[in-house]
């Protein structure tokens, strides 16, 4: 499952902000860059068990992968 595909099944970029406590602008650019992060992906799992919980059962999630040699630094919040 994709980063739209995420953001669509949790009701859109402004509901999928609002479950996480997160700017809406941060969502859109998952959406850009088709990629959800770690710690959220963590986060959905949790608040969403009936959607992304036990990926036995559950949909598989993407996950964001640094790149070997992948300088960026984040601020910690996942945006």
Same mark, same amino acid.
């Given at each position: 499952?994709?980063?739209?595909? +995420? ?13 996480? $406590?997160?700017?809406? %602008?941060? =969502?859109? &650019? ?10 959220? +992906? ?9 959607l992304?919980?036990?990926? $036995?059962?559950?949909t %598989?999630? =993407?996950? &964001? ?15």
């Amino acid at each position: 499952m994709n980063a739209q595909m +995420i953001i669509e099944k949790l009701g859109g970029t402004t509901a999928t902000a609002k479950l996480l $406590g997160i700017r809406p %602008p941060s =969502v859109t &650019e998952w959406r850009k860059k088709n990629v959800v992060p770690a710690l959220r +992906i963590f986060q959905l799992r949790v608040l969403r068990p009936d959607l992304f919980g036990d990926q $036995g059962t559950a949909t %598989p999630l =993407v996950v &964001e992968t640094p790149a070997v040699g992948d300088e960026r630094v984040g601020d910690g919040d996942g945006r």
